[in-house]
């Protein structure tokens, strides 16, 4: 059971990982020549001509944001040893009142588009992944130290959203077109097909210190939906919860499921021959889960656990980790005393994006660019403000910049985009340290993208 039940966090673990792009490679929304600025804003279409988009060469992106954390924040040098040790303790210390994890995705497997009267017109298949976990730092000292936590107030509640996520497929059809010289407007509409879903309903959580023993009370309420199968468990506390696959039939025909619709509106409007403004808002989405549905709530409302620790010290563990983890995952599991069972269908919206650009085509071939993008989901709101330089050539453009949001101000970034010989090659990336170091693991944020297209035609 113990091993079933790793291999399920393992299982979602990658889920989370494996979530990219579009949320976070806000470089591509001044990437005119690349049909998958489009995807960013609709009405930039008709600044591309006709192409062809083919699976994993036309767009693979990696993106990970955490709220000003790294993998160095757990995972510490040993004193005078090239020896590592995991720290509770310093990822508590680097932990704000609230933080959070974030991944999102928006790969495009298939896409054509071209010139249909006075527009554009673009048929794409697309797969989107969105996901967002809330990390709260007295939850997180309470978990690893109970009552030695230290926590400095009475009563700390914790009703962050604990974890949404969403997978899905997405055929859409757009088009766009000039009106006039100077304004272009565009839309996309599209299908959706829900693969896997997470949605917190209810996450209250209060630790309570009661004449210095530490009380945690908690209400849970998770539904989630899989076209690969479901959770199933009466009883996590007693039981590790066990995962059900369905039959490769059963699968395909989960896929159906769970339908939804989307919708993307965009425009731009040329201020004078050098300044450009555009707007657009993404993802405008509604999936209907009915594959699988299932409850993860608490078998009691209101269930009160005290609580001393795990009793380890964790800091100078050396080869007992595993056991420490299967310590941890025994005391969550009797924490929150949670249950899986059946329940009714149910519908989520998926993260829309809101976007705003201006561009100030200063000398030549030198640009500036401004964005801002703001992330409406679950219970949340983020936004991001970024300031880029490009340079562009007749086939080659360069552009640099950074990005500034809550979570870090510094974020730079970079892309470049070639056009030629019938390719539209583009790749990219940015990366932002929990400190000022070029190591992989003080990153807190980071994302890199490539892909091809074949540019049969420009406009």
Known sequence: MKRTFKQFGIA????????????????????????????????????????LSLPVISGVGINFNMSGFSYNSLIVPQENSDAVKVSPQSLFDKLTTTNDLNLNMDANIFGMGFQLGKGHLTVDLSLGVSGRAGLNQSLIGFMFF??????????????????????????SVSFSREIGEKLAVGARVGLLLGLLDVTTQKSEITIKNDAGIEKIQSNIDILMSSSMGRIVSNDFALVDPKWEKDGFGSILA??????????????????NDKMEISASVNDVGF???????????????????????????????????????????????????????ETDGYGSMIPMKLNAGFTWNFMGPHSLFAHYKGVKGNGYYDNYLSVYYNLAWKFLSLTVGNTFSRHNYLHPSASLNINGGGFNVYVGGSFSPDKFTMSLGDMSASSVFVGINFAIGKK
């Not at 979602?12 to 494996?18: H, K, P, R, S, V």
């Not at 999936?287 to 409302?301: H, M």
């Open 146 to 171: 109970g009552s030695k936590a230290n926590l400095s107030k009475e009563d700390f509640v914790y009703d962050d959203k604990l974890l949404d996520a969403s997978i899905y497929l997405s055929p």
């Open 287 to 341: 999936i209907y889960w009915t594959a699988n549905p299932t409850s993860i709530k608490s078998v009691v409302d209101n269930y009160t656990y005290v609580y001393e620790g795990i009793g380890n010290d964790f800091d100078h563990l050396e080869g007992d980790r595993d056991a420490y983890f299967d310590a941890l995952k025994d005391t969550l599991k009797h924490i929150f005393d949670l249950k899986a069972e």
């Open 12 to 51: 979602i673990a990658f889920i989370l990982i494996g979530m990219t792009a579009k949320a976070q490679s806000d470089i591509m929304y001044f990437m005119y020549n690349t049909p998958q600025s489009a995807f960013i804003n609709p009405a930039f279409g008709v600044k591309t001509g006709t192409y």
């Open 254 to 271: 989960n896929c159906f499921k769970n339908p939804g619709g989307v919708i993307d509106v965009g425009a731009s409007y040329k201020l």
